[in-house]
């Protein structure tokens, strides 16, 4: 009888020390293993392999912030390389996207596409870290190139006016349609009569800083003119 209490005193202390072994030998690998495929997610991002990266993360399900990264982190950080690439040009980023420069509009370069992909991007995101001033940057650079372009259109007209070209001139700043006062010079050029022009001076850019009060929070720049032209010369 004492050889069988020892035997089961020694059963009730080795049973639970074989289960702690079992489980530590199944889950052991098994983190192991979730530990490699994160860091391997982890090297997929750094590279620039977002898609990938995402299906690593996915895969991860929710260890770690593996959730919030393949929900959030990847796409954020495919966004900020997409921007960047539109602030210098460079063409990786469209590749990326699988777009093709001879697929863009007549009057769209590849930044000013890549911004448009930026805030698509940045805006599927919601507020996530600072996601909705990445999209403000990257819409004003999209503004900013479409009011090039119109002011380029504009100064053309008028090139045109100013050498006689007055039906051209006329039909230029008709399809400009109410811009700056294209009408009005569409008017000049058709009749080639001068026309009398009256400027209320406020000292500010006013069509620039109506818009930026109505959709910019009034977060006024470069709008407020301390020292204005001579509108006499």
Not at 23 to 40: E, H
Not at 61 to 72: L, N
Not at 179 to 196: F, K, L
Request: hydrophobic share 40%; proline share 2%; with cysteine.
């Amino acid at each position: 009888s004492v050889k069988r209490s020892r035997l089961i005193k020694l059963s009730l202390v080795l049973i639970p020390l074989l289960i702690c072994i079992i489980i530590i030998l199944a889950t052991v690998p098994r983190y192991i293993a979730q530990k490699n495929d994160y860091a391997t997610a982890v090297t997929l991002l750094e590279n620039g392999k977002y898609d990938q990266a995402r299906e690593a993360f996915l895969a991860l399900g929710d260890y770690a912030d593996s959730a919030e990264q393949a929900e959030y982190n990847v796409t954020y950080k495919k966004a900020l390389y997409v921007i960047d690439c539109a602030k210098s040009g460079n063409t990786d980023a469209l590749l990326m996207l699988g777009m093709k420069r001879s697929e863009l509009a007549e009057d769209e370069t590849v930044s000013v596409a890549l911004y448009k992909a930026a805030d698509e991007l940045f805006a599927g995101l919601g507020d996530y870290k600072d996601s909705q001033t990445q999209r403000q940057i990257a819409q004003a650079a999209v503004e900013q190139h479409y009011a090039a372009l119109k002011l380029a259109e504009f100064e053309s007209a008028a090139a045109l006016l100013e050498n006689g070209s007055y039906l051209q001139a006329r039909d230029a700043f008709i399809s400009m349609g109410d811009y700056m006062n294209s009408q009005e010079m569409a008017t000049e050029s058709h009749y080639d009569i001068p026309v009398i022009t009256i400027i209320f001076d406020n000292r500010t850019l006013g069509m620039v800083r109506q818009w930026q009060t109505l959709i910019k929070g009034k977060r006024y720049s470069a709008t407020d003119l301390d020292r204005g032209p001579d509108f006499v010369k």
